[in-house]
C-alpha cells in the first residue's frame, strides 16, 4: 500500500503541476467565448490562472477522496474516480489546441497525461482490485482509522495548498510592482544629443524599443518625440500603431488640472473654493488643520487626503477592475467619512477624483464628458474616458509579469479624472505640441496656470501645479511632467517649454522602465549629459 500511496503522490503533482504550466505558457490564446465568463470579457492569462486553479482543485480533493474510500474497501471508491476522470480529461482536450508549438506546454501536458497514468493505474492494480472487491471493514469503537486521519490530512493539506497557490499568484499578479528591466540606458544603447538630426532621433528610437522589447515580458511600445513642431514616432509589438490606445494611468491628472484651470479662467469656479459648495451631501466645511479644503487643495495634492479612500478592500484591491462599482453618492459619502491629515503634499489619487467629480457638477455635466470636450477644442481624437463601441478594437491588453490584464474602467466615478484617460502616441504629442505653442488659443491663459509650479512637491526644485509636476534644470529651463501606471500600462509625458521639446512613452506592460526611458530621452535631447 506505500508503494500505491508514493504512486498517487507523484501522480498528482504531475497533474498540479501540468496544469498550472499549462494556464502559464499558453493562457493568452484561449478562446474569448471561454474566456469571457471568466474575466468579465477580458482574455487575460489571470482569468487561466483561476481555471487551472478550480481544476487542479478538483484534482486535489478527489482522488484523495477516492484513495479514501479505497483504502476503506468501499466499493463506490473506483466509481467516483471514474466520475470525476471525464470531465478533467475534457479540461485536457480544451486546453490541447491552444498548445500547438508550444514547447514548454507540451512537456506540462506530458506531465499530466502521466499523471494520469500513474494514479488511473491504480484502480487496475491487482491489490486496489482486490480491496474494492470486499466488504467494508467494520468501523472501530473508539476513534477513528489511523489511515483515515491521515488521508483527511492530506485533503486538508491539498485544499490549503491549491489556495494558497493561487493567492499567492493573485499577490504577485495584482499587488507586486514588476521590476523594471536592466539596462535601459538612453547614452548606451542609443545616444542622443540636443543638436540631434531627426533621421538620428527616428533610428535612436528604434534601437531603444528593440532593446525594450527583448524582455519577454513587454508586448508593446510606443515612443514619440516632437521638437520645434517636427513629431518623430517608432513603435514595437503586436498590433502596436501610432493611433493605437492605452492606458495613460495617472497622466489623466493633468486633463483635470486643465479643466480646473479653464473653470477658473471661464468664472465658473475660483482656485479657492471651498469644496463643500459642490458637494450635493455636507453640510459643512470639510477641515483639515483647521481650515476649509479648496479646489487648490485637490489639484496640488496638498489636502490632506489619503491616496485611496477607505473603502477599497483586500477584495477588492485583487480584483479585475478595483475601481469599479462607484457612484457619484458613493464617493461623496466616502469623502465625507475620510479623515484628513496634514496640509502638505501626498500624492492622492482619491482627492483629484474628488475634484473631477466636483468639476462635473460646477459645469452641470459628468465629467468624462466634460474632459471629451474639453480635448476636442485643441483637436484630440483618440483621447477618451468613455471608450466610443466602435473603437475598443484599437483598446491595446495591458500586461502585468508578461500576464494579460483586464481593462479597469467600468464607468464607475472612482477613478475619473485620476487614471481613467485612454490616449495613443500621436495624440500625447499633440497635446505637449499643444501646451508647448498655446498661443493661438482660448486655452492659452488656462494652459499657462495649470502649468505654472502651485506649491512645494517634495524637493527643492520640485513644485506641482494643476496636475502638472514641474521641476527646474539649470540647462533646460523648466520640465513639466507626469507619469502614470495602471495594472497593465506605463506611461509617460513630459516637455521642456524652453528647448521646445516634448516626449512621450507608452506601453502596454507593467515594465517602469518605460516611464524611465522617457526621463532618459528628454533629458538627452534638451542637452543634458
Not at 205 to 231: H, S
Request: hydrophobic fraction near 45%.
Amino acid at each position: 500500500m506505500r508503494q500505491l500511496f508514493r504512486r498517487f503522490v507523484l501522480g498528482e503533482l504531475l497533474l498540479f503541476g501540468g496544469y498550472i504550466g499549462v494556464a502559464f505558457y499558453t493562457a493568452d490564446k484561449f478562446p474569448k467565448e471561454l474566456m469571457d465568463w471568466i474575466e468579465a470579457d477580458a482574455m487575460s492569462r489571470p482569468g487561466a490562472f483561476a481555471t487551472a486553479a478550480v481544476l487542479a482543485l478538483i484534482v486535489a480533493v478527489a482522488f484523495p477522496l477516492s484513495l479514501m474510500l479505497l483504502r476503506a474497501g468501499r466499493r463506490y471508491g473506483r466509481c467516483l474516480f471514474l466520475r470525476i476522470l471525464p470531465p478533467l480529461v475534457l479540461g485536457v482536450h480544451v486546453l490541447q489546441p491552444i498548445s500547438i508549438g508550444e514547447r514548454w506546454s507540451e512537456l506540462c501536458f506530458t506531465g499530466v497525461l502521466v499523471g494520469y497514468g500513474f494514479i488511473g493505474g491504480l484502480l487496475f492494480h491487482p491489490e486496489v482490485k482486490e480491496m474494492f472487491a470486499q466488504s467494508p471493514p467494520p468501523l472501530p469503537d473508539a476513534k477513528p482509522d489511523k489511515t483515515r486521519r491521515v488521508i483527511l490530512w492530506v485533503v486538508c493539506g491539498a485544499v490549503v495548498c491549491v489556495i494558497g497557490f493561487f493567492g499567492l499568484c493573485l499577490v504577485i499578479i495584482k499587488v507586486l510592482p514588476e521590476p523594471a528591466s536592466e539596462g535601459l540606458e538612453v547614452k548606451d544603447i542609443a545616444p542622443l544629443k540636443v543638436d540631434s538630426e531627426r533621421d538620428e532621433i527616428d533610428k535612436a528610437l528604434a534601437k531603444l524599443t528593440d532593446r525594450f522589447m527583448e524582455n519577454e515580458r513587454n508586448k508593446g511600445i510606443a515612443i514619440g518625440v516632437i521638437r520645434d513642431g517636427v513629431r518623430t514616432i517608432a513603435v514595437r509589438g503586436s498590433g502596436v500603431r501610432a493611433d493605437s490606445l492605452f492606458e495613460i494611468g495617472s497622466i489623466s491628472k493633468t486633463f483635470t488640472g486643465l479643466a480646473l484651470a479653464d473653470a477658473v479662467q471661464s468664472g465658473v469656479v475660483g482656485l479657492e473654493q471651498p469644496i463643500h459648495t459642490l458637494l450635493q451631501s455636507a453640510d459643512g466645511p470639510i477641515m483639515a488643520e483647521g481650515k476649509p479644503l479648496t479646489l487648490l487643495d485637490l489639484a496640488t495634492h496638498s489636502s490632506g487626503l489619503p491616496r485611496l479612500s477607505g473603502d477599497l478592500g483586500i477584495w477588492k484591491t485583487l480584483s479585475v477592475r478595483p475601481y469599479g462599482g462607484f457612484t457619484a453618492e458613493d464617493l461623496e459619502a466616502a469623502l465625507l467619512r475620510t479623515q484628513t491629515g496634514k496640509r502638505e503634499y501626498s500624492y492622492s489619487n482619491f482627492g483629484m477624483t474628488v475634484l473631477a467629480h466636483l468639476l462635473g457638477r460646477a459645469n452641470e455635466t459628468s465629467f468624462p464628458k466634460l474632459q471629451q470636450d474639453l480635448v476636442g477644442r485643441f483637436g484630440l481624437t483618440n483621447t477618451f474616458i468613455e471608450l466610443p463601441a466602435d473603437l475598443k478594437g484599437r483598446l491595446l491588453a495591458g500586461h502585468r509579469w508578461g500576464l494579460e490584464t483586464a481593462y479597469w474602467y467600468d464607468s464607475g466615478v472612482y477613478i475619473d479624472g485620476a487614471g481613467s484617460t485612454l490616449s495613443s502616441v500621436d495624440d500625447m504629442l499633440g497635446y505637449l505640441e499643444f501646451s508647448m505653442n498655446p498661443k493661438q488659443s482660448e486655452l492659452k491663459d488656462a494652459i499657462a496656470l495649470a502649468t505654472q509650479g502651485q506649491r512645494d512637491a517634495g524637493g527643492k526644485t520640485q513644485r506641482i501645479g494643476l496636475g502638472w509636476h514641474r521641476g527646474e534644470d539649470e540647462k533646460l529651463g523648466p520640465i513639466i511632467w507626469h507619469d502614470g501606471a495602471t495594472r497593465g500600462f506605463c506611461a509617460y509625458a513630459g516637455f521642456a517649454p524652453k528647448v521646445k521639446t516634448g516626449v512621450v512613452v507608452l506601453s502596454n506592460s507593467g515594465d517602469m522602465a518605460a516611464i524611465d526611458l522617457g526621463t532618459q530621452i528628454m533629458k538627452a535631447l534638451a542637452g543634458h549629459d
